[in-house]
């Protein structure tokens, strides 16, 4: 058999047959172009994005058109050209090149326009995404410059006349972006990437402008590669028979007819020849196939079939043909290409004669239904998905389709031609109207499936007056599947009578058609979902599928019919709409209420009725004359605003500069290599998990055998080959290394690698072995192969895990059975209600321990003051009774130092809500407080790890029986240590690398664990390299991800006994009138640990660390318990419990300011801890808060200091001042930490002023900017004037709010200790060995700049920096630098920087006193020059090489003057400040993120771009957090087969992280320019990795706000009462918290009050 020849970058290329099905990604892999990543595997995230280059019939340069790899099988490329990222075109002229970014930005010297603007603004970080979006971006930009749409309009290759003419763009200003707006976002709608928050990528295609047009193509000579090369259009014509016959490998043949006589004769023959075989019993079988991407969706890949028949060469089915009957869309003609002809064609007026061409109708539709099917998926996945291949996933498999929605309401018809064995029946052609085809309705049944071909859908083209809308929601703006869409067409006819209404004469709508498409629950609509969904029974990757059902509201249509287009008429007609959509079969509440949204904007809109009526909707607005009629949000805009970071500092360069990473481009070409790329040896075996289906089930058996008996299956692996090997053990150690456990008394067993028969599945997805074989389809099939019975609970009955089952041979036997099935704990309530818990506070002995769940130290609870006094003197229930758990069993002994004491007084409470207290007596003072109670449950979510890269390890067994791990890890000591444990080996006799991460996140800080020793099991057993790399289903259900939290609060206020005293803090008169302040505050939170610890621990750790901010609580406790789930072990993401914390401590502020009904932000503010005035003076403000008498604060206070205040304070701080200024008790937690200081650290604390966060985290007061970074946030930023413009927008629109919020987050920073070993080789270049995993960070590329900093000290200084292309960084190996811990936490770049600064430093010693003397006196000397200096003849004669172990507590500016006033800490704060401004549609829950202001304190940054990006990426990521990454598990009801535990959103499909059109519009970005020296790193810089994702809980306070405005209005403009909008924010979730607005009855009342008044005029 032929292999298949393709060209890709213009280099012929032969993919064997057996790759013939595989993923054309999967093939590049093999090759020298393997820039391409296979992050998804389902078209959803573009990493694997490569380029068709296709040259159109009509000449002119070629057209781009972009499609997804990872779904493109490797036989529908064949003969075709692709361009991936390796093979983007060099610039073309002297002035780019000249231009082109440093040597140490990696990459070939001149590179492509797009990679050179990637690298230039700073557009990747772990750059796995780089690739896809190059190859994207440059596509949409060469097309733009070249006028062609990029898309051709049918199958995978062919160009239907969109061919480019050339120099399209030129009209455009010189200056002027080539793409923006709409054109960049469709660009990069396909494209995802986790780290940079989005803003460099879309600055970096924004900047190629109309100038670059000849960059863009490249030099003649490259830009010929673009073109189709010869041989590829020949290979094209020699297929040009009649049915093209293509062996696919193992027997299976694609055919693709070429004409549709062909097709009909070649489908008939495939029919009878599966009758026939089937009356013999035997089996043949077949299958159309047209774009592929519907395995992106539903998984059946590698298509089975024997023979796949296309129908991507059929022109039939190509056509985009105007007729009479308006426009004939061929089954075959892909999104984008209907898309471009409807906006190239129809919607600039043409249309080929008969009822298109004459009116208006024609262009809205066309304007309408192409932006909609631009909105579908993204455009790699529309470049190649088929309108037919739609219709039919959408009947047979219920596709939520857009398509089917859009062409129904257009009352389209689908052309079928039947297939069928009996020779009569095969080939009659049949039309159905397409609603009764994908809906099953209708007089006439579909035929069966497989029964037909799908030729054609014919659109009848709208006549004059009739007005078409649609819209669809989705949890992102693109690319992702709708949650409800909706497609309204009117015909309007002027009324009879004349009839004018609002000034105008009136309509009447001659016929409606309104069709809807919605969300259901898998059981609905005949259970073609459910019936797939089966499957989670025997697989827990098994992508998950909601129901869809899609229909006319003929109700509605009927009222609308003949009735008057005016509002009043409308509103009467929608009120059908509610109950026909409450009533669909498995449509929830939400959903149905988002569907009548759509509905009751698109008759309003197709209507033509702009607005709803007089007399305003709501309350508020009831004085206007007129208010805006329900209609949709506009697109969102692509990111813009500002950024903002400190000029660099020339005495230290190159740290403070703004250089451009390390391999920048290297990234961008995707020559960068990760783990995947680690080249294994011939025989090397590929690993697939085999995984548990059902938590707590009892694993009875397990059966390799049919899996062995799959082509290339070599060998399965279990825990009994653990169990039979000499020294290993059964588990991948503990947290992070094994030698902790000894740290970890109490602490449960870690999990094992694998799972054997006769144990329990403790969560579902759990590894209970990996099937090996000789590629890694082959391990992937086989492994889904392997049998394994289940035992489950109650009914104790045995269940095969394949239907098939029939052989039972075990390959694991059965010990006798010694654990039970147990029901899983799938949720945090039933888990606390069966006090499953882990010993937190044994696993954190530093913290205090709790007591209110059970007697032994079960739950941490640090504490300040005395909560419990002062629960009891307002009457509140703590708040851990308040979490309405019952009483602890009776205490054996009580735990030491446990500050907290339970009260079991109080009732219950389960509500939000708030009360005020008698006064009462607290803390023994005599006088009388009122007190005042609010106190609330909150929930927390969880978010998952879509780190780019997913796990991977290559194990390699070595010649002493030690192993070589090459890991995808954030530590090569885990790594290490867990193989090693699992082996029974030394340390010594296990090696461990890493080169760099395609996103981590912390998800790679432990989980990688299971992957490498996997990995390492199997190779040695097998004595073969092992490479295991998950696919994104199976990482996702493995990997636990972010522990959700619920949390009960009471919180006490305690109005102060007198006003404000001082003139600032009586002028904050926007705080209102209250003088209630926040005197204490007790929360209980339960958070949800999985089924084995991992270090889900470290949520808690961290919420207890930042729960307390920067806020001045005198009484405070927070309890936190984990509970144990039957679900994936949850593990650090990204501040880990830290945001959790900020999320609870700011919704305990905005339901306090809601309680008290004062502005939240000024609440914020008078809650700030506050300098004393004697400080203040100095340092920051006449207008802080004084501590009053009692200890307390004042209630009322400023939003911030005034400017002047502020320029007071950019001052020194006083030095002389002494004092504590923290106005919280000491607690003990915070005394200890204070005697663990030693007393070196004790004397500096003397000599400065330090605040005290109610936990006892101390804050130098010359470093507290939070004043400061406050101030420019209200002040300058100008949010305290936006709220009044927000309120006005909401007064004055009824459908639309805005919300507004601002807070503050503290991250405390840990430092510690790391090794460095530096080396000078004797030609000037330096080796640098670093703790420090580069996974996107730029921990590399700060290390660097520090090194040539500090080695440059050596040098005069007019001769300094040294150059930075002299460094490199070495790969992470644990042979070069063991014992260097984890890369997390935040600290790692500054912890690495300031061991590699220690390790400089002394060779800046040798070299000051070895080599600066033999130069003899020269004033100036190069870097080269003094490194030559060493040298001694053989070599050098100089120690070169250094190793230090140290942190910044360690350098010596710790003790310069500079720093004097600061003292050296071992932890410090990371403080910022962020304020958002979102905007939702009331009806329909979808939101915009509208602006967001970011303000840090990063101290001096070693590389300020580096940490912008950190600072955008990670703010994004929590914006994923709070709107959109719901993550849910299978809770199935026991008729629905029970849930069995399984992640539901384990894939792209369903979990959706942000996208480029999610971020903030307006996105303004600053780093305090003038920061003070903190010490708190080499040149004083800060951690940045996870502090600013923190602040993203901003977007979700002010989507709350906006809820609330929303429900103020619902409630006829009455204040609403606090509501919880708990995270991810859906557009389920908010609609819903919009509150109840029944839209038909409001409207229909309003019009009835403009009518009277109207009359009453
Ligand atoms: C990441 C992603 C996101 C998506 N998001 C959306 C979305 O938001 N909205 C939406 O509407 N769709 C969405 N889709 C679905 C997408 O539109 C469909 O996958 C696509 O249209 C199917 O067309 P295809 O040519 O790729 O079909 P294929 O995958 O080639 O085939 C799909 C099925 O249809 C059959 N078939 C194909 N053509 C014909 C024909 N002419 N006659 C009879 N049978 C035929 C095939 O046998 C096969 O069973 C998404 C898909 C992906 C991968
Ligand atoms: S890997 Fe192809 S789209 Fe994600
Ligand atoms: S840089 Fe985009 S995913 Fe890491």
Not at 578 to 589: F, H
Not at 928 to 948: A, N
Not at 1187 to 1197: F, L, M, P, Q, S
Not at 1630 to 1644: F, K
Request: proline share 7%; aromatic share 4%.
């Amino acid at each position: 058999m032929k292999p298949f020849t393709l060209f890709v970058n213009g280099e012929e290329l032969h993919a064997p047959v057996e790759m013939a099905n595989a993923p054309l990604a999967a093939f590049l892999k093999t090759t020298r172009f393997k820039s391409v990543k296979i992050a998804c595997g389902e078209g959803g995230c573009g990493a694997c994005t490569v380029a068709l280059v296709e040259q159109s019939s009509e000449g002119g340069a070629p057209s781009l058109r972009t499609i997804n790899s990872c779904l493109a099988p490797v036989y529908s490329v064949r003969g075709k050209s692709i361009l991936t990222a390796e093979g983007l075109p060099p610039a073309a002229t002297a002035a780019a090149t000249a231009a082109a970014t440093p040597a140490t930005a990696g990459g070939p010297a001149a590179s492509s326009v797009v990679v050179e603007r990637l690298a230039a603004h700073h557009a990747s970080q772990c750059g796995y995404c780089t690739p896809g979006f190059a190859v994207a971006c440059h596509a949409a930009l060469h097309n733009a410059a070249n006028g062609c749409s990029g898309s051709s309009s049918n199958g995978h290759a062919h160009s239907n006349g969109n061919g480019c003419s050339s120099n399209g763009g030129a009209a455009a200003a010189e200056s002027a972006p080539l793409l923006d707006g709409e054109g960049l976002r469709r660009a990069l709608d396909g494209n995802l990437c986790r780290c940079t928050g989005y803003r460099p990528i879309v600055s970096a295609c924004r900047s190629v402008g109309v100038a670059d047009i000849e960059d863009l193509a490249g030099p003649p000579a490259a830009g010929a590669a673009l073109l189709l090369p010869p041989r590829a259009a020949a290979a094209a014509a020699a297929t040009a028979d009649d049915v093209e016959e293509v062996a696919l490998g193992a027997g299976q043949v694609l055919k693709v007819p070429r004409s549709l006589a062909a097709l009909v004769a070649e489908s008939g023959r495939l029919a009878a020849a599966a009758a026939s075989a089937a009356a013999t019993g035997s089996f043949s079988s077949w299958r159309l196939v047209a774009g592929h991407t519907g395995p992106g969706v539903y998984k059946d890949w590698p298509l089975a079939e024997s023979v796949l028949l296309s129908v991507n060469e059929v022109p039939e089915l190509r056509r985009l043909q105007q007729t009479d009957d308006g426009l004939v869309v061929g089954g075959a003609v892909t999104l984008e290409a209907l898309a471009a002809h409807l906006d190239g064609k129809l919607a600039a007026g043409g249309g080929g004669g008969g009822v298109g061409s004459v009116g208006g109708g024609v262009k809205e539709w066309a304007a309408e239904t192409a932006a909609h099917l631009r909105r579908i998926a993204g455009t790699h996945v529309r470049n190649a998905a088929t309108v037919g291949g739609n219709l039919v996933l959408t009947a047979e498999a219920a596709l939520p389709s857009d398509v089917a929605t859009l062409l129904a309401a257009a009352g389209a018809e689908v052309e079928l031609l039947l297939v069928s064995s009996d020779a009569a029946a095969h080939g009659v052609s049949r039309r159905m109207p397409l609603l009764d085809f994908v809906s099953g309705g209708g007089a006439a049944a579909k035929p069966a499936a497989g029964g037909y071909i799908l030729t054609a859908v014919h659109v009848p083209l709208p006549h004059h007056g009739v007005r078409f809308w649609s819209q669809r929601i989705a949890e992102r703006y693109s690319n992702a599947a709708a949650v409800a869409n909706a497609a309204v067409s009117l015909r309007l006819q002027p009324a009879a009578d004349g009839a004018a209404a609002g000034g105008a004469t009136a309509s009447v709508v001659a016929e409606a058609r309104v069709v809807v498409g919605v969300r259901t629950d898998a059981a609905a609509g005949g259970g073609v979902a459910a019936a797939r969904n089966a499957a989670k029974e025997t697989d827990p990757t098994v992508v998950l599928l909601y129901g869809w059902d899609v229909r006319r509201l003929t109700a509605v249509e009927a009222a609308l019919a003949g009735a008057p287009a005016t509002p009043a008429a409308l509103a009467a007609a929608l009120a059908a709409a509610a109950p026909d959509l409450a009533a669909i079969d498995g449509v929830d509440a939400a959903t149905a209420a988002i569907a009548e949204g759509l509905v009751v904007q698109g008759i309003f809109a197709a209507a033509g009725v702009t607005t709803a009526t007089a007399n305003g909707a709501n309350g508020a607005a009831a004085a206007a004359a007129d208010v805006a009629a329900p209609s949709r949000l506009p697109p969102p805009e692509l990111v813009a605003g500002t950024q903002s970071y400190p000029a660099p500092l020339p005495e230290v360069a190159p740290v403070t500069e703004p250089t451009i990473k390390l391999g920048a481009k290297l990234q961008a070409t995707g020559t960068a290599q990760y783990t995947e790329d680690v080249p294994v040896h011939k025989g090397a075996l590929y690993g697939a998990y085999v995984m548990g289906a059902k938590a707590g089930a009892v694993l009875e058996a397990i059966d390799a055998t049919p899996a062995l008996a799959l082509p290339g299956a070599v060998r399965f692996v279990g825990a009994a080959d653990l169990e039979a090997g000499a020294n290993g053990s059964n588990g991948y150690g503990y947290t992070f290394a094994n030698r902790f456990e000894a740290l970890r008394p109490g602490a449960p067993p870690p999990e094992p690698i694998f799972l054997p028969a006769g144990g329990r599945v403790e969560y579902a997805g759990q590894p209970v072995g990996l099937v090996l074989a000789e590629s890694a389809a082959a391990a992937h099939r086989a492994a889904k192969a392997v049998q394994l019975s289940y035992r489950t609970a109650p009914s104790s009955s045995t269940t095969t895990s394949t239907a098939t089952a029939t052989n039972t041979t075990t390959t694991d036997a059965p010990p006798p059975p010694t654990v039970e099935p147990i029901t899983p704990l799938l949720d945090i309530e039933s888990a606390l209600a069966a006090r499953a818990l882990y010993p937190l506070a044994a696993l954190m002995p530093w913290l205090p321990a709790g007591k209110s769940l059970a007697p032994g130290p079960m739950t941490l609870a640090p504490f300040n003051g005395d909560v419990d006094a002062l629960l009891a003197a307002a009457g509140a229930p703590p708040a851990a009774a308040a979490a309405g758990l019952p009483p602890p069993p009776p205490p054996a002994a009580e735990p030491p130092a446990d500050g907290g004491s339970s009260s079991g007084e109080a009732a219950a409470a389960t509500a939000n809500g708030s009360s005020s207290s008698s006064s009462g007596d607290a803390n023994g003072s005599s006088r009388e407080r009122k007190l005042r109670v609010v106190r609330g449950r909150y929930y927390t979510p969880s978010q998952l790890h879509v780190y780019m890269e997913t796990q991977s390890a290559v194990a390699a067994p070595e010649e002493d029986g030690g192993m070589t791990v090459q890991s995808a890890c954030q530590g090569t000591d885990v790594i290490q240590g867990s193989v090693a444990a699992a082996l029974g080996l030394p340390l010594s006799k296990v090696t461990a690398r890493c080169r760099r991460l395609g996103g981590a996140f912390g998800g790679k800080a432990t989980l990688s664990r299971r992957v490498a020793a996997a990995a390492a099991v199997a190779a040695a057993i097998t004595g073969r390299q092992v490479r295991l790399q998950l696919p994104r289903n199976a990482d996702m259900v493995l990997n636990g991800g972010r522990a959700d939290c619920r949390v009960d609060y009471v919180a006490v206020l305690e109005e102060q006994a007198a006003a404000p005293t001082t003139a600032a803090a009586a002028a904050a008169s926007h705080v209102g009138p209250t003088r209630w302040r926040l005197a204490g505050l007790d929360v209980f939170v339960a958070a949800a640990g999985g089924a084995f610890p991992d270090i889900a621990w470290l949520d808690a750790m961290g919420l207890c660390a930042a729960v307390d901010s920067l806020y001045d609580i005198p009484h405070m406790r927070c309890e936190v318990a984990m509970v144990r789930t039957n679900l994936p072990p949850r593990t650090a993401v990204r501040g880990p419990g830290e945001v959790n914390g900020t999320m609870i401590i700011e919704q305990v502020m905005e339901h306090v300011a809601a309680e008290l009904g004062v502005n939240p932000e000024a609440f914020r503010a008078a809650t700030f801890l506050q300098l004393p005035p004697s400080t203040a003076a100095a340092t920051t403000a006449k207008t802080v808060t004084t501590a009053t008498d009692n200890g307390t604060a004042a209630a009322a206070a400023p939003a911030g200091p005034s400017e002047a205040d502020v320029e007071a304070e950019a001052g020194p701080a006083d030095a002389g001042a002494v004092a504590e200024a923290s106005t919280t008790q000491p607690s003990s937690a915070a005394a200890a930490a204070t005697a663990a200081d030693g007393s070196d650290q004790s004397k500096k604390e003397e000599e400065v002023l330090v605040l005290k966060t109610a936990f006892g985290k101390k804050i130098p007061a010359p470093l507290y900017t939070l004043p400061r970074l406050w101030h420019k946030l209200m002040r300058e930023a100008g949010w305290e004037a936006m709220q009044a413009e927000v309120d006005a927008f909401n007064a004055a629109h009824p459908w639309t709010k805005r919300g507004l919020a601002a807070l503050p987050a503290r991250y405390g920073m840990q430092r510690g200790n790391k090794p460095a070993y530096v080396n000078i080789l004797t030609d000037g270049t330096v080796q640098v060995a670093c703790h420090g995993i580069e996974m996107g960070q730029g921990l590399f590329t700060k290390v660097a700049q520090v090194a040539a900093a500090t080695l440059s000290e050596a040098l005069p200084p007019a001769n300094r920096p040294m150059d930075l292309s002299n460094i490199k960084i070495c790969d992470n190996s644990s042979e070069l630098l063991p014992n260097s811990g984890v890369t997390g936490g935040s600290t790692s770049s500054e912890l690495a920087a300031a061991a590699v600064r220690l390790a400089c430093l002394q060779l800046v010693d040798i070299l000051k006193t070895k080599a600066v003397p033999k130069l003899k006196g020269k004033e100036s000397f190069t870097w080269k020059e003094l490194v030559a200096a060493t040298s001694g003849g053989w070599g050098p004669a100089n120690q070169l090489g250094a190793f230090a172990w140290g942190g910044q507590a360690d350098l010596p500016e710790a003790s310069g003057a500079e720093a004097a006033a600061v003292p050296t800490q071992t932890d410090y704060s990371v403080i910022g400040v962020a304020g958002a401004l979102v905007e939702l549609d009331v009806l329909t829950g979808e939101r915009r993120v509208l602006r967001a202001d970011i303000l840090f304190d990063l101290g001096r940054p070693v590389n300020p771009a580096v940490d912008i990006g950190q600072v955008e990426g990670a703010f994004v990521m929590g914006l994923g957090m709070m709107l959109s990454e719901a993550a849910s598990y299978d809770q199935s009801a026991e008729e629905a087969g029970g849930g069995t535990g399984a992640l539901v959103q384990n894939s792209t499909w369903h979990y959706k992280p942000p996208a480029a059109a999610c971020v903030p519009a307006q996105f303004n970005v600053t780093l305090l320019d003038d920061a003070p020296l903190s010490q708190a790193g080499p040149i004083s810089s800060k951690a940045c990795g996870e502090p600013p994702l923190l602040l993203s809980t901003a977007v979700l306070m002010a989507l709350q706000r906006a809820t609330a405005a929303a429900r103020a209005d619902a409630a006829g403009g009455c204040s609403a009462d606090f509501v919880p909008l708990i995270a991810p924010a859906t557009v389920q979730r908010v609609r819903t918290a919009c509150g109840d607005w029944n839209a038909a009855e409001r409207l229909q009342k309003a019009a009835a009050a403009a009518a009277t008044a109207k009359a009453g005029k």
